[in-house]
C-alpha cells in the first residue's frame, strides 16, 4: 500500500535541497536551516529509495528482475536529465580538462561517480548503493551490510565534520586522496549511498518488528536536538571542512522513516491523491532547481533586489521551479505527454 507521509515528506526534502543550494537568510537561522535541518535531505532520500526496492525484493523472493527493472527505471530519469543539461555539463568539463584525456575522464568521473551538475550525483550514487547491497545482502543480512558499510561512511564523516583530529594522520590523508581522485568528493554511493541505502534495507528486513509511534517519536526529536547539538559543535570548535555527515544524521534520519512508515495506517485517498502530486513535484524540483537557480542569478545579476537577499533567491529558485514542475506534471497527466511523465520518472 502507497505511503502518502513519505510522499509527502520527499517534497519537503526537495524544498530542503534548494534550501542547501540557495542558503537562504543569515546568522544562525541560515546556518542551522542550511547545514542542520536540510542535511537530512538526502540520506532521507538514500534510506526511501533503498527501502522500497528492498522491501520488494524481499516479498518476492529476491527476483533479480525487479532489481534490474529498478536500475533500468533510474537510469532512464538520470539519463534524460543527463541529457538536458549535457551542454552546460560538457562545456565545463572541457572548459576545466587538460588534454582530450583528462576530458574523457573527466566526463567518465562527472556521469557514473561524481555526478555531472548540482544535486544530479545522488542518481548514480544511488545505483551504485542498491546495486552493492542487492548482492552483499542477498547473500548474508542488512546487518553485514552495515558492518561494512559504515566504516565507509564514518570515514567520510571524519575527513568532513571531524578532520581536525587526524591531521597528522597520514594514511587517513592517502585514503582520503585516492576516493576523492577516483569519486571526486566524498559524498558519492561507495561512502555515503552505501551506508543508508543499507538502512533502508534493515528497515525493510524488520517491517514487521512491533514498533510504539510514540516511542519513535520521541527518538526522533531527541536524536535531531543531539543533532542541533552536533553542528553547533562542529561550527564553534572549528572541527570540520563542510557538513552533511554529521553522526546524529543516522538515527535522526532512522527513526523519521520508522514514524512514517507507522502513520501509513492512518492515510485516506485525498491524502494518497495530494502526496502522488507533490511526490511527482519532487522528482522534478531534485533535479531541476540547480540549473534555475544558476539561470536567475545569470539573467538578474545586475539586480541588486535579487543578488544581496538570499532569502528572495530561495523563494523565487522555489517557485520558479514548482511553477515548471506542475507544468510539466499537467503535460504528462492531463496531456498524457510521454516525455514530460519520464522528467518526473513515470
Request: hydrophobic fraction near 50%; aromatic fraction near 18%.
Amino acid at each position: 500500500m502507497y505511503n502518502p507521509y513519505i510522499g509527502i515528506f520527499k517534497f519537503i526534502l526537495s524544498i530542503l535541497v534548494v534550501a542547501i543550494h540557495v542558503e537562504p537568510f543569515t546568522g544562525d537561522v541560515a546556518f542551522f536551516l542550511n547545514n542542520c535541518i536540510a542535511r537530512i535531505a538526502v540520506p532521507s532520500f538514500f534510506i526511501y529509495s533503498s527501502y522500497f526496492l528492498f522491501d520488494k525484493l524481499l516479498q518476492n523472493n529476491w527476483d533479480k528482475k525487479i532489481f534490474i527493472q529498478q536500475e533500468k527505471h533510474l537510469a532512464k530519469y538520470y539519463g534524460i536529465w543527463l541529457l538536458l543539461h549535457s551542454p552546460v555539463v560538457l562545456y565545463r568539463l572541457y572548459e576545466s580538462s587538460d588534454g582530450l584525456l583528462d576530458c574523457i575522464w573527466k566526463i567518465i568521473q562527472a556521469v557514473c561517480l561524481k555526478g555531472p551538475y548540482g544535486a544530479l550525483w545522488f542518481l548514480p550514487a544511488t545505483m551504485m548503493a542498491v546495486t552493492l547491497v542487492y548482492y552483499i545482502g542477498k547473500k548474508s543480512s542488512p546487518t553485514i551490510c552495515l558492518l561494512i558499510s559504515f566504516p565507509l561512511f564514518l570515514f567520510a564523516a571524519i575527513e568532513t565534520e571531524y578532520v581536525a583530529f587526524i591531521k597528522d594522520i597520514v594514511w587517513m590523508e592517502y585514503v582520503n586522496n585516492f576516493l576523492v581522485a577516483i569519486f571526486g568528493w566524498l559524498a558519492n554511493g561507495l561512502t555515503f549511498g552505501f551506508f543508508f541505502c543499507s538502512i533502508g534495507f534493515y528497515i525493510a528486513y524488520h517491517k514487521n518488528k512491533a514498533r510504539t509511534l510514540q516511542i519513535d517519536l520521541i527518538k526522533a526529536i531527541l536524536a535531531f536536538i543531539l543533532l542541533f547539538v552536533e553542528t553547533k559543535i562542529i561550527r564553534d570548535y572549528k572541527l570540520g571542512v563542510s557538513y552533511g555527515a554529521m553522526l546524529m544524521l543516522i538515527p535522526t534520519v532512522y527513526y523519521i522513516a520508522q514514524v512514517l512508515l507507522h502513520m501509513k495506517k492512518t492515510s485516506n485517498m485525498k491524502t494518497i491523491a495530494l502526496a502522488k502530486y507533490l511526490q511527482n513535484m519532487s522528482l522534478l524540483i531534485y533535479p531541476m532547481h540547480f540549473a534555475i537557480m544558476e539561470l536567475l542569478e545569470y539573467f538578474l545579476k545586475d539586480s541588486k533586489t535579487y543578488m544581496n537577499s538570499t532569502a528572495l533567491q530561495f523563494l523565487v529558485v522555489t517557485l520558479v521551479t514548482s511553477g515548471i514542475s506542475m507544468i510539466i506534471i499537467y503535460l504528462g497527466q492531463t496531456k498524457k505527454i510521454k516525455t514530460a511523465r519520464y522528467l518526473y520518472g513515470r
